[in-house]
C-alpha cells in the first residue's frame, strides 16, 4: 500500500500522496493542475479534520467517467432494443432522403418526448414497401436512448408471434409479454403481417391494450393504408387492435423511393470510390 506523507495545516494533520501533491507555503497542491487540494479545517466529532478537495483532475477525471459510464449505458439499451446491430446505424445523422414532415415529425417526437410521455402520444407511420418507414422508427429509438437513456425495444409483429409459439421450456411467456409492455417506448414494425390467426390477434391486441392502460408510447410502421386501418372492415379483432392504434397513434404518412435502394446504392458507389481509388479498376 502507498505511503502517505504528513504536514500539519492551521494545526490539523494532513495526509497527502508526494507523488501527486507538492506543498506550497503551507498547503497542498495537485502536481499536474497545481490547484489546491486541502480544504478548511471540519470538526468531526470534536476532532477537526482537512478533507481533500477535488482538483481540476478530479473534476476531469469525473466528468470522463460519467460519459463512459453513460457510453456503455447506451451500449446496453441498444443491445437490448436492436435486432440487428445495422440498425444502429439507423439514425437521424445518417438520414439520407431530403428533409420531409415524417422526418420532421419524428425529429420533434425525440425533442417533445417528456410531452408525447405524459399524454401518452405515440406515432403510426404507414406508406409503400422501402419508404423509410422502420428507418424513421429506428432512428427515434436510437436518439431516444442516447438523448435521454431510456429502455425502447422494436419488434416485429411475425417475430413476437414466433417467440410466443416457442415450446422452449426455459421460456416464460408472461414475462416476454410484460417486457414489451413495460419498456418506455415500443416500436411494433409490420403491423399487418402478423399470422392470422385468433392466437396471433389476441397477443397483439393484448401488447397494445396493455400499453394503452399503461399510458406508454407506442410508435407502429405498417405497409397498410391509414384508410384501412380507419375503416377495419376485417374481424372484431382487428377492428379492436386498429381501434386503439387510432387511440393511441399520430398517423404519419411516409412517402419516397424505396429507401434500402437508396442506402444500397449509396454503399456501392462509396466502396466502388474506395476500390477505384486504391487503384483497382472496374
Known amino acids: 500500500m502507498k505511503e502517505l506523507e504528513k504536514i500539519m495545516i492551521e494545526d490539523v494533520e494532513y495526509s497527502y500522496d508526494p507523488e501527486k501533491e507538492y506543498i506550497k507555503e503551507g498547503h497542498a497542491y495537485c502536481k499536474v493542475c497545481h490547484e489546491r487540494k486541502d480544504g478548511k479545517p471540519i470538526q ?77 402520444i405515440g406515432l403510426l407511420f404507414y406508406g409503400s414497401v422501402g419508404s423509410g418507414k422502420t428507418y424513421l422508427a429506428c432512428s427515434i429509438a436510437n436518439a431516444l436512448t442516447e438523448q435521454y437513456q431510456i429502455s425502447v425495444k422494436i419488434r ?71 384508410d384501412t386501418i380507419l375503416n377495419c372492415t376485417e374481424s372484431v379483432e382487428y377492428q379492436r387492435i386498429y381501434s386503439r392504434i387510432i387511440e393511441m397513434c399520430i398517423p404519419v404518412m411516409v412517402v419516397g423511393e424505396d ?17 477505384l481509388n486504391g487503384g483497382v479498376r472496374i
Do not use: H
Open 259 to 275: 429507401f434500402r435502394k437508396v442506402i444500397q446504392k449509396d454503399k456501392l458507389n462509396r466502396n466502388k470510390d474506395r476500390l
Open 156 to 226: 416485429n409483429f411475425a417475430q413476437i408471434i414466433n417467440e410466443l409459439q416457442k415450446s422452449s421450456f426455459d421460456f416464460d411467456k408472461n414475462a416476454y409479454i410484460e417486457s414489451l409492455v413495460n419498456t418506455s417506448v415500443l416500436i411494433l414494425d409490420d403491423l399487418g403481417i402478423e399470422r392470422d390467426t385468433s392466437y396471433a390477434k389476441e397477443q397483439v391486441y393484448n401488447i397494445v391494450n396493455n400499453r394503452y392502460l399503461k399510458q406508454k408510447p407506442t410508435i407502429f410502421t405498417t405497409n397498410l393504408s391509414y
Open 44 to 120: 468531526m466529532l470534536n476532532k477537526p479534520m482537512i478533507f481533500k478537495m477535488p482538483c481540476r483532475c478530479d473534476r476531469d477525471r469525473e466528468v470522463k467517467e460519467k460519459e463512459r459510464e453513460k457510453q456503455m449505458e447506451i451500449e446496453r439499451l441498444k443491445r437490448n432494443c436492436f435486432n440487428s446491430i445495422i440498425q444502429w446505424a439507423y439514425t437521424f445523422e445518417n438520414y439520407q432522403a431530403k428533409e420531409n414532415q415524417s422526418l420532421i415529425i419524428a425529429k420533434n417526437f425525440v425533442k417533445d418526448y417528456e410531452e408525447m410521455k405524459k399524454e401518452n
